[in-house]
């Protein structure tokens, strides 16, 4: 039985990514306090695998599981979960919309659902929480009407009622997992590749644009770039790529291959299976 590690506590977004990958398969899931705490838990086999977030549609990158990722362990990304952001209004049951004088909200939730907040709770008191799971759980223990915002799993878990339901301003938003292991997959015919690079030499005009031309030799296509501080130097960078394709395959390694010749520093995180949503489409 597989033991699958994610950032808790249950009831967040975090625990419905690790329901999604645990879907037919024999495993237990295991609630933790930290992403450090997560890949630790991989690395010294107290988990199997673990689900962490990588990037939000509306925030962008999560910098902490990418600077993991690029400094602190070897563990291999295996897998991706794309799970939808549904946030409810959530409070004891008997309470009324008009009845709330305070909410509670982790702050990254609160000012996803800023439009709903203003127009139907004006003038209510804001408390911040730590988790989508705790704002319930906090409006339910106050003796003051309060209602929180959280998640359809956090309300199954505290007894709370329904007051308004999916309130954020973007219905599109979605936030991007990943499952950490040990090894990343084998190739299925519809993969993704994530590395990252870094220029150990001088820098020179056009340095950036030669390695990534490799991908295009290679008829490759990158579906994301983005860039990190080294941690070292003040205006030296280290650059995440993701690209369709497997590692294994002849085509990307060779890519690969002259990326690292092109910078001197190639790490990469794992060759995995492409997320398809419920409707067979791609994340990306």
Known sequence: MQTIAYLGP????????????????EARL????????????????????????????????????????????????????????????????????????????????????????ERCLPGVATVASLSNSAAPAEAMADERPAAAIGTLRAAELVGATILAREIADSP?????????????????????????????????????????????VENINMTKLESRPTRAILGQYIFLVDINGHRREPHVARALERIRLHTGMLKIFGSYPRWRGANGNHAS
Not at 10 to 25: C, I
């Open 172 to 216: 599109h938003n979605v936030t991007r997992f990943i499952v950490l292991a040990r090894e990343d997959a084998p190739p299925t015919g519809d993969d993704k590749t994530s590395f990252c690079f870094g220029f150990t030499r001088e820098d020179r005009p056009g340095s950036l644009v030669s390695a990534l031309q490799e991908l295009a």
């Open 30 to 117: 295991l609630p933790l306090a930290s992403i450090p705490a997560v890949v630790t838990a991989i690395e010294t086999e107290a988990a199997t695998v673990g689900v962490l977030p990588i990037e939000n549609l509306l925030e962008g990158s999560v910098s902490y599981t990418l600077d993991l990722l690029i400094h602190e362990t070897n563990l291999q990304i295996a897998g991706e979960i794309v799970v939808p952001i549904r946030q409810y209004l959530l409070a004891r049951p008997g309470l009324q919309l008009s009845d709330i004088k305070v909410l509670y909200a982790h702050p990254q939730s609160l000012a996803q659902c800023r439009r709903f907040v």
């Open 10 to 25: 249950p009831g967040t977004f975090s625990e419905e990514a690790a329901l999604a990958y645990a879907a037919g398969r």
